[in-house]
């Protein structure tokens, strides 16, 4: 058998996260389904790890493994595999790998974008941003509250599972911005996030800019010495995964 690695975008809204899960949609469960069409195989996928019900991808990543020859030819394979997925789901690219490469473990980094709306509600825009509503809202104190992540942090107020306790320590290399007067977009590129660190991290930002948290309070949060978990997280569908970097 040979190795795979598939780039696939996905709108989240209809499914209950990535991983496969016993009698709820899934996006990890229909792309297998799909595969299991096409290649007349019996196929498990692994991705470069979990988004959460309602969570969309631009570029989230998966690899397997499977003796088809279809997968020799990418067209061929991208017409067929597209041609059964639903509409808000598509592979991107198939590549032939080396047996060594396992689409999570193999990951150097991600870069994540939350979007949300501050004007009127917009119906043709709510599967990918979050409505917020017509808000008061501090730009300048949004941005300084989401630069504070970068660097090498501690971030165990930022993510509830226990499971991860070993370590909450998470390196954000990167934070930029995109707005227009009522959509605002800001992008973490870091190695790695624990469980809904990033909305919890928007979340908090959302709530200095509203005027309901100091910047100096959610800057005592982190790196913060004793775990008291944040409460408010953004809305899953704001979250998008953009990028899995392998170099």
């Known amino acids: 058998?040979?190795?795979?690695?598939?780039?696939?975008?996905?709108?989240?809204?209809?499914?209950?996260?990535?991983?496969?899960?016993?009698?709820?949609?899934?996006?990890?469960?229909?792309?297998?389904?799909?595969?299991?069409?096409?290649?007349?195989?019996?196929?498990?996928?692994n991705a470069s790890g979990r988004t959460d019900a309602k969570v969309n991808a631009k570029g989230q990543t998966f690899s397997f493994r499977s003796s088809s020859v279809l997968l020799k030819d990418e067209a061929r394979f991208l017409y067929a595999i597209n041609h059964v997925l639903p509409s808000d789901i598509s592979i991107l690219s198939v590549k032939e790998v080396p047996d060594s490469f396992h689409a999570r473990y193999s990951a150097k980094k991600k870069a994540y974008s939350y979007s949300f709306h501050l004007g009127k509600k917009d119906p043709f825009l709510c599967y990918e941003v979050a409505m917020l509503g017509e808000r008061i809202f501090d730009e300048t104190l949004f941005k300084a509250s989401c630069k504070l992540f970068k660097g090498e942090h501690n971030f165990q107020d930022f993510t509830p599972k226990s499971e991860d306790m070993h370590s909450f320590t998470r390196t954000i290399y990167d934070v930029s911005f995109t707005e227009d007067p009522f959509t605002h977009k800001v992008f973490f590129t870091g190695e790695g996030f624990m469980t809904y660190q990033v909305r919890t991290m928007v979340g908090a930002a959302i709530k200095v800019a509203l005027g309901k948290m100091t910047l100096s309070e959610l800057e005592a949060r982190i790196d913060s010495k004793t775990r008291k978990i944040l409460s408010f997280k953004a809305p899953a569908e704001g979250l998008c995964l953009e990028k899995v970097f392998y170099e």
């Open 1 to 45: 058998m040979s190795n795979y690695f598939c780039v696939v975008s996905y709108l989240g809204a209809a499914y209950y996260g990535f991983e496969r899960q016993r009698n709820h949609p899934t996006i990890q469960g229909k792309i297998e389904e799909c595969l299991n069409a096409i290649l007349h195989e019996k196929v498990t996928i």
